[in-house]
């Protein structure tokens, strides 16, 4: 009888280790164990027993030598059943090779560093053209002279073009995040390329306002936009340095195209300075084909996106890419406004200074140097705040725009009261330096206060607001010329709104701290174990897949 227990006793271990195996191991490999102790149990009974009688034993003996058939039956049943649960069990996990883990890492350079000298060609390409604008605007109004046209219908052509770089960017951000950094910065920098060469074929300002304002600015915006986020792809404790790297490196366009312009390409004509700069953008075309997302691991899919009807699957597709939870930050709100306040007098002097040293300084040639040390200064003033911006933590980088706004805005209001040359050189040399630390440092800014994954939003939205103000300045400024027949009011002028967007921006981080301090009174530890499986440090804008779900 002890050995018919012992035998009830196996197949119940088996049953039992069908349900409750281990993880880490197979289903087979435990049972198996548990039948093999079994049957060492059946074969050699506890030593009380062998205290009983002749009699007893072969008793025993009899029992087991009957229950043997029994052990094997459900040693069968049982493989059955492992090989079944191993079927039904789902494949082994992906190597940690393979994909990046929960905390995901940027490979802080290798192949990035291709992926950032091809956003630096696409940022020198870019601004380069629209920095030396101040030159097509001179050939532009020598153009259109015999139709007394007006500096502020000229100013509106470069105007535009920057107003929709920034105009676009939204959309840019929708386009990122559906199809990738990749192909929306091909698509836009043949775009651009299109509207330079066709911009050559043009005759008449209205042609230029499509060609040059609107499809060079589209395209150069979709070509823009990815060349900052994908470069938080590759890179996170040292994404000050390579945007400092990317926006230093391509200064040096804003150095060398002014003087390519009035030395080479300038007594050729304006035409065909329109043909040989859309050769930079179809260069950028071919760049942009190295902007590979990273894919990271570790998503927070959205409820209800992989069930429910095809009108909430459609509603949270667009609740995605129409994404305005980024407008929930309080901090990114007040920042946003601040900037956009700051940047109406901002575009001012890249277009209408060239024609106040011809007004103000007659008898110079030189007025081409201010171009160059604009770009040179800017070069510097990136590569070093880009650095400067890695040593601040938080948003205290803020305060680095603070002060550049000011000094920018001091600085416009200077211009009119050089009464030397050299005086302009110096002026343009801060104006340089203060340009290069606002752009170095906007793209690490929004990655502080929204994180990474809203990152690509939070930029699209803020270059969206700057559209407008940015826009409007120079032709304003081009008004105030023809009213009053000279330049001096319109720079004053245009030195206020720098000013007190840079106040504006002072309180930032203030309200940042003030805000901290509330969450962290109310804060609930059972919410931040909730949260620890979806951070936004391991998701990154501009993948096409899921990652992207807000």
Known sequence: MHSENNSRNAAGSSEECTGSSEPGKGGAESCAEAVSTSEVQSQHPPMEQHTEGTETREHGEEAESKTQPDDCAVQLMHAAGSEKEQAATPPPPVPTTALPGPAFAPPEGGFGWLVVFAATWCNGSIFGIQNSFGILHMMLAEEHAKDQTSQFKVAWVGALAMGMIFFCSPVVSMFTDHFGCRKTAVGGAFVAFLGLLSSSFATTLGLRYFTYGILFGCGSSFAFQPSLVILGHYFRQRLGLANGVVTAASSVFSMGLPVLLKKVVGPLGLCRTFQILSLFMLVQSLLALTFRPLLPSGTCPVPGSASGSRWRRS???????????????????????????????????YIHLIKFVKEQFQETQREWVLLVCLGASSGVGRLLFGKVG???????????????????????????????????????????????????????????????????????????LMAVPMTAGPPIAGLLHDYFGNYHVAFYLAGVPPIVGGIVLFFVPLVYKRLQKRLAEASDPSTDRMLKNCSNGDMLPGYTDMETHI
């Open 390 to 464: 890695d040593l601040i933590p938080g948003v205290g980088k803020i305060y680095m725009q603070v002060a550049s706004f000011m000094v920018l805005g001091l600085m416009s209001m200077m211009i009119p009261l050089c009464r030397v040359f050299e005086g302009l050189v110096v002026v343009c040399v801060f104006m340089g330096l203060c340009d290069g630390c606002f752009i170095t440092i906007m793209a690490p800014i929004a990655f502080e206060l929204v994180g990474p994954m809203q990152a690509s939003q939070a930029i699209g939205y803020l270059l969206g």
């Open 315 to 349: 509603m949270l597709k667009i609740r995605k890419y129409f994404n305005v939870r980024v407008f929930s930050v309080v901090t990114y709100r007040v920042w946003a406004f601040g900037v956009a306040t700051a940047v109406l007098g901002y575009f001012v002097p």
